[in-house]
């Protein structure tokens, strides 16, 4: 499956951005799915994993009660609703799935074996 991110762009602290995370050649029907962030000079980091079979989700402590995953009815697109942001969100955010992901690998980006493009969230203070 190939994976399209967008919805990125430059807000206030305190604004909201919708990120999207389009599938094309499958859906995440049966994949688990994350994001990821990456700040210059920084490693990746983990945001969210959801395993969609098992409904369970798991949130970085960084943004829990504040971003939101979700997917859309025909399983083609998921969204990361980001409220309440911060200068710290700055970041390129990926997305990412992969089969038989267990709920421990979700925050391992060697768990995942498909990788959006980036889009850049930039939070000004």
């Known amino acids: 499956v190939q994976l399209q991110a967008s919805g990125g762009g430059l807000v206030q602290a305190g604004g909201s951005l919708r990120l999207s995370c389009v599938a094309s050649?499958?859906?995440?029907?049966?994949?688990?799915t994350g994001w990821f962030r990456q700040a210059p000079g920084k490693e990746r980091e983990f945001v969210v994993g959801?395993?969609?079979?098992?409904?369970?989700?798991r949130y970085a402590d960084s943004v829990k009660g504040r971003f939101t995953i979700s997917r859309n009815k025909d399983r083609s697109t998921v969204y990361l609703q980001m409220n309440n942001l911060k200068p710290e969100d700055t970041a390129i955010y990926f997305c990412?799935?992969?089969?038989?992901?267990?709920?421990?690998?979700?925050?391992?980006?060697?768990?995942?074996?498909?990788w959006g493009q980036g889009t850049q969230v930039t939070v000004s203070s």
């Open positions: 050649g499958g859906t995440f029907s049966d994949l688990a």
């Open positions: 959801v395993r969609w079979n098992a409904g369970s989700i």
């Open positions: 990412a799935a992969g089969p038989r992901i267990i709920w421990s690998n979700l925050d391992v980006p060697s768990s995942y074996n498909s």
